[in-house]
């Protein structure tokens, strides 16, 4: 089982970046994928999720509206597009695999946003 995130970086406020996680080893369709982040110093914070067939998402308020998090069953893969991206948004990044029996993890990577 793997989850491999990518797209990390610096970025200035305001900016955009698109995180993708691709996934290997398991039935990714079958799976609810999420986004979390960890800023230094703080907890990991739960940004949003898809869900497996119906691709419903949920996000959390701080990230409403500038995130969107799509998934295509046919590439193994999930992404964060996020916009207007602030100062308080640099962390890393991680992705989620989890089903009733199982939960997956990425290693993460590292977003930046600073002037």
């Known amino acids: 089982v793997q989850l491999v995130e990518s797209g990390g970086g610096w970025v200035q406020p305001g900016g955009s970046l698109k995180l993708s996680c691709a996934a290997s080893g398991f039935t990714f369709s079958t799976y609810r994928m999420s986004w979390y982040r960890q800023a230094p110093g703080k907890e990991r914070e739960f940004i949003g999720a898809?869900?497996?067939?119906?691709?419903?998402?949920n996000y959390a308020d701080s990230v409403k509206g500038r995130f969107t998090i799509s998934r295509d069953n046919t590439k193994n893969a999930v992404y964060l597009q996020m916009n207007s991206l602030k100062p308080e948004d640099t962390a890393a990044y991680y992705c989620?695999?989890?089903?009733?029996?199982?939960?997956?993890w990425g290693k993460g990577t590292l977003v930046t946003v600073s002037s």
């Open positions: 898809i869900s497996s067939v119906a691709e419903i998402t």
């Open positions: 989620q695999a989890r089903n009733l029996y199982r939960e997956h």
